[in-house]
């Protein structure tokens, strides 16, 4: 009998082909879906803030903004409903229940000082497109970045004007999800250099190297150097936040302490305001707290509902940050003393995004 080798076909030769072909495709279907989905629920939140313009709130007023020489405003985007719902707005600060004066610029996120303005938009359609805007006090734009499928969400200026930093979700739509990814740029407006990501930057943790894989940053806030910052930093596997201390010129960070989210500095550098953790109560894990950066001591603030913001100074004795507006419409802006006396005061109705022109 003779023995003969058979020779595989070509069934046979591409059966490990095409699996691995039906894996590509069906990867490039997740990723599809996953922008599908992502997709729809932008379009879903854009249906809502639509819905929102239908109100009697303030309309838009016949020029645009100007915030030069405008000195004790406070400039916030719009949450009245109403045709100037999602605008930039300002208002007197002595009287923020007064006439309210709506511009024609519309930012998902915005903050302001010493005359340049940082505005997070979403410009709508069958992929959202994000962007974010360098804007001077008139409101021109000055800059603009393309954030790709990065959804706005945090957003800062240096009090000289000179570095502006924002944060954007790539994946998941809330800091309370079990598993979600930012990314947090940092421009120096002045030079024009950017710095795409901090994750590019090392950190050290008690003298070691830190660097988890899967770290994420978020909440910027600068100091007067306009080269020192503080930062949120989450190894999202450990469930773990920290404080980082970062420098921009090494390109270097240092974790502080642990259980701090978006950190806002005091207008005097000596204190830092943020969201602490203390519940795994989904609906309210939050609470907000001042930190002395020399002593270490934390001071837990009167506002007792939980607060999922970066809270912002408008001087150094009180807090602004914004809450669902009874109903589910829209937000409103609440202050609370820094020290942890008193107790939570309405600023304003309507409002979202403060910061005190000074």
Known sequence: MTLTRRVPSEADQDGPLFTRGRLAVFAVALVLLAGLG???GLHAAHRADRGMHQGSGTAPAAGELDLTGAHGELLFRD???GPGFGLLATVDRADPTGPRTVGHTACERAYSAAGTVVCLTTEYGAIPSHHV???DAALRERRRIDLGAGAPNRAR???SGRMASWTVFTSGDSYAANSFSTRTSVLDVRTGALTATLEDF???KDGESYLPADRNFWG???TSDDNTFYATMSPVSTGKTYLVRGDLAARRMTVLRENVECPSLSPDNTRIGFKKRVSSDPVRPWRLYVLDLASGRETELAETRSVDDQAAWLDDTTLAYALPAAGGTGSDLWTVPADGTGSPALLLHG????????
Do not use: K, M, Q
């Open 38 to 40: 992502i997709g729809y």
């Open 79 to 81: 949450t009245e409903p």
């Open 133 to 135: 805007r360098i804007l």
């Open 157 to 159: 200026i240096s009090a």
């Open 202 to 204: 090392s950190v050290s």
């Open 220 to 222: 910027v806030t600068f």
């Open 351 to 358: 409002g979202f995004s403060p910061a005190l022109l000074p």
